[in-house]
């Protein structure tokens, strides 16, 4: 079965400054997505990246890019000059690009941002 | 933009009660989810349903139902609340199909709900 560890429970870094949150994944698929969910608190959970694992170019979106080491099953996230509407829980996400009853995600447990000012 | 509405974001209610979760979909996915999210155990999947009246089983389905009568709504039932039910849920759609899909979920802003 397909699993999603992220082992680090919480993390804190200084504003303007950078920070990678880890990630890992075991599959035995050859495709498959991966993604970064952030939900700030209170508010709903919002995609922040998403990565094809046929690509070997890493994805970024702004301030926020990925380092996806395939072999390694490892997935993670690195925030660039960090804000403080960054705080929020992130998590990581994985799932099989195949339709019907397969198509779901499945989540670690979550890592909380604290930005500090 | 998508907006996925859950019908109340706090909800107490008693043991044996029966409760309700109602979310709306405006984008007229096929797919919506019904997840529950608990401190240290990330986001755990009670149902899906990928069309209107058809349903699946998610990772931790009991003491759980669903209704899906209209593509726009998708509907999670506690027949008899209990305690070891108090969590946040989590109502999801998304564009994929049968065929497959970019996989993205777009979620609602989540029901809080406490069982005494």
């Known amino acids: 079965a397909q699993t999603v560890t992220q082992s680090q429970p919480e993390m804190s870094v200084q504003e303007a400054e950078t920070v990678t949150l880890s990630c890992t994944y075991d599959t035995s698929e050859s495709d498959y997505y991966l993604f970064w969910y952030k939900q700030p608190p209170s508010r709903q959970m919002i995609l922040v990246i998403r990565q094809e694992a046929y690509k070997q170019q890493n994805a970024t979106e702004n301030r926020f890019s990925v380092n996806f080491q395939k072999a390694a099953k490892s997935f993670s996230l690195k925030i660039s000059d960090s804000q403080l509407g960054d705080a929020a829980m992130y998590f990581c996400?994985?799932?099989?690009?195949?339709?019907?009853?397969?198509?779901?995600?499945?989540f670690g447990t979550g890592t909380l941002l604290a930005v500090q000012p | 933009d998508v907006k996925v509405t859950q019908s109340s974001r706090y909800l107490v209610k008693r043991t044996g009660e029966k409760v309700f979760l109602e979310c709306v979909q405006d984008m007229d996915h096929e797919n919506m989810f019904w997840y529950r999210q608990d401190p240290g155990l990330g986001l755990r999947l009670i149902y899906f349903?990928?069309?209107?009246?058809?349903?699946e089983k998610g990772d931790i389905p009991e003491g759980y139902s669903v209704s899906r009568e209209k593509k726009e709504r998708f509907s999670l039932i506690l027949e008899s609340a209990s305690t070891n039910q108090t969590s946040m849920y989590l109502c999801?759609?998304?564009?994929?199909?049968?065929?497959?899909?970019?996989?993205?979920?777009?979620f609602g802003e989540g029901s809080r709900l406490t069982v005494l």
């Open positions: 349903s990928y069309d209107v009246k058809m349903k």
């Open positions: 996400a994985y799932r099989v690009p195949y339709g019907g009853a397969t198509n779901k995600l499945i």
């Open positions: 999801a759609s998304s564009l994929d199909t049968l065929a497959g899909g970019p996989g993205e979920l777009f």
